[in-house]
């Protein structure tokens, strides 16, 4: 097993009570490990009791990159959200903890 911020990196951005990731692989030859491993399911059980809705996946094949979608994930927006940094960087942190 091993975190995926040893073979991508991420951006993140936001709009609302939505967040984008996305996962970029660093050499293009582990992109079908993202592809393979990082679903849609597999985000929103990482970020459970941070997103209450849907997840979803884009795939970017020309950048080696998976774009997500997590809907409802900012707490009424990163403006209005009380919770401290729960967006941009902490989240794409958190999605590069993950273990594959």
Known sequence: MRKL???AHSRTGD???TSVISLIAF???DYPL???HVTADRVRKH???IVQGEVV???IPSL???NFVLHQALAGGVTRSLALDAH???LSSRLLDMEI
């Open 34 to 36: 993202l592809r393979a």
């Open 57 to 59: 996946r884009y795939e």
């Open 27 to 29: 050499d293009e030859a």
């Open 47 to 49: 970020f459970a009791g």
């Open 5 to 7: 911020r040893d073979i």
């Open 64 to 66: 080696g990159a998976l």
């Open 15 to 17: 709009k609302g009570e």
């Open 88 to 90: 941009g960087k902490s």
